[in-house]
């Protein structure tokens, strides 16, 4: 199983970008895909969630200003994500769980740095 994250680097406030996840190994469709991040000297923390079923879910602080997809053919997730703040500068993660059989199975990517400049 691999979850290759893409798309990080260095923007200004206010700038956009947009992080890719492709995944491989596993049925990509039956998989809830999470973007999490880890700011600097801080614990990781769930920022969108796309289920199976395509509903998304974000936290508080990035409403309005990211959007989570996917593209079931390509096997990738995506977050794009506007009007970026400092306080969003992490490293990035991409998360697949599925809960089957009574079993939790979770593969994480790599992580893609954000960092965003004031």
């Known amino acids: 199983v691999q979850l290759q994250a893409s798309g990080g680097g260095l923007v200004q406030a206010g700038g956009s970008l947009r992080l890719s996840c492709a995944a491989s190994g596993i049925v990509f469709g039956l998989y809830d895909m999470v973007w999490f991040r880890q700011p600097p000297g801080k614990q990781r923390e769930p920022v969108a969630r796309?289920?199976?079923?395509?509903?998304?879910n974000y936290v508080d602080s990035v409403k309005g200003r990211f959007t989570i997809s996917r593209d079931n053919a390509k096997n990738t997730v995506y977050l794009q994500m506007k009007s970026l703040k400092p306080e969003d500068t992490a490293v990035y993660y991409c998360?697949?769980?599925?809960?089957?059989?009574?079993?939790?199975?979770?593969?994480w990517g790599q992580g893609t740095l954000v960092t965003v400049s004031s």
């Open positions: 796309i289920s199976e079923g395509g509903s998304t």
């Open positions: 998360n697949a769980h599925v809960h089957r059989y009574g079993l939790n199975y979770d593969y």
